[in-house]
């Protein structure tokens, strides 16, 4: 095993980081701090912090070269969402996703040079950042149980409609759609035939600007509250019949859990990215502040809450990079190491931002400081992309 970085790595991660310290960072905790999570995707903050990172190539990072994109493996891509995560969190969670619709017609559909004209060309060229995207699966009624792919009475209840060469979706996702509210396209899981329960699921882009859409308002939470996430409504959208990209059947689950599979590992990198801040505060703050007649650091408790935290952000790093290694080696990678990966590291997260709290003490609950914020955004990724003892019920049946 090799742990040193190529020349791409070091120069793509360097990158995040001088971006992330001089433009993300600011830029989060300003608008962490609204009152109104929704007024985020309002500010010129917001879009002005994006459009760079679309301007430096983050939003692009996993497309084929080919198309425009800049072809990085998973292991590489792992290590600049953990250093974007560091700095700005809320704008990582907002980028991870934001390129699903044309990374999966890029892989899906191809060779349909009128979905890549339409979908991947743009979002590739775009350096304004409003060309992000989402993916809608999750429903009022489907949420945990989105796995249930054995169960016929478990489907999606959007509905797609064949009508001559186009389908008619009608249904409304969950409010934990992120982007939900800011993107121009969306990946759209669709029931065409509910006898088969998800696996009659079809999988769809659908254009934000079609008539029928309908977004929610922003979902205010805790933490990642730059993230916007809001519930989308499709009242009898249509589209185009090439827009179905992964047709219903029992090809449904492998699509589903390579999406599982990869988006797991992101979120793994988030908490990793999360836990290495607060760390990085605690450590130096540990090293200025004088009680009992020195440093706080040199005292034992202090200094193993430290070590602790400091060899979990260590542990959960080398976990998601042999995930991210298997990803690479046979894509999309091994499911249960992504899913054990992600429940490792977030769990992690939510202990150790808690704990570097504590080091802070009073200060440690104090807005002037942004410990607080990295202990409320952890709390979400134990959640996200699936709740920890969902993940890991279903990781437990790919045991062997």
Request: net charge negative; glycine share 10%; proline share 4%.
């Amino acid at each position: 095993m090799d742990f040193s970085l190529n020349d791409t790595q070091k120069k793509v991660v360097g990158l995040a980081r001088e971006f992330g310290r001089e433009v993300l960072f600011n830029a989060e905790i300003k608008l962490d701090r609204m009152s109104d999570s929704g007024e985020a995707a309002k500010s010129p903050l917001f879009w002005g912090a994006l459009s760079q990172a679309f301007e430096l190539g983050f939003s692009r990072m996993a497309i084929p070269e080919h198309l425009g994109g800049l072809g990085l493996d998973p292991q590489t891509t792992g290590m600049v969402w953990e250093e974007l995560a560091r700095w700005g969190p809320g704008f990582a969670a907002t980028l991870m996703p934001g390129a699903v619709v044309p990374q999966l017609v890029s892989l899906l559909a191809g060779n349909n040079q009128s979905l890549v004209d339409r979908f991947v060309t743009p979002y590739v060229e775009d350096t304004s950042g409003r060309s992000i995207t989402a993916w809608c699966s999750s429903e009022p009624q489907v949420g945990s149980d989105g796995s249930n792919y054995e169960d016929a009475k478990v489907h999606h209840h959007t509905l797609a409609v064949k009508k001559e060469d186009r389908f008619v979706l009608t249904g409304a996702k969950s409010d934990f759609v992120s982007n939900g509210g800011i993107a121009n396209a969306y990946i759209v899981f669709a029931c065409i035939d509910p006898s088969l329960g998800l696996k009659g699921s079809g999988t769809f882009v659908v254009p934000a600007d079609n008539p029928g859409i309908k977004r929610g308002r922003t979902l205010e939470k805790t933490g990642l509250r730059v993230l916007n996430q809001a519930p989308v409504v499709l009242e009898g959208v249509e589209v185009s019949e090439q827009n179905l990209i992964f047709p219903h059947g029992d090809g449904y689950p492998m699509l589903h859990n390579s999406i599982i599979t990869v988006g797991n590992l992101a979120v793994g990198y988030l908490a990793v990215g999360i836990m290495r801040a607060a760390y990085e505060h605690a450590l130096q703050h540990a090293k200025e502040r004088v009680q009992w007649g020195r440093p706080i650091f040199e005292h034992q408790h202090v200094s193993r809450k430290l070590f602790e935290c400091h060899m979990a952000i260590e542990a959960a790093r080398a976990y998601l990079q042999r995930g991210s290694w298997l990803s690479k080696e046979n894509f999309p990678g091994d499911l249960k190491t992504s899913l054990g990966a992600k429940i490792f590291a977030t769990e992690l997260a939510v202990k150790h931002t808690a704990e570097m709290v504590q080091v802070l003490g009073g200060y440690g609950i104090s807005k002037e400081y942004p410990v607080e914020k990295y202990a409320r955004d952890a709390l979400l990724l134990r959640i996200m992309d699936g709740t920890n003892e969902t993940l890991m019920n279903k990781a437990a049946q790919h045991l062997e």
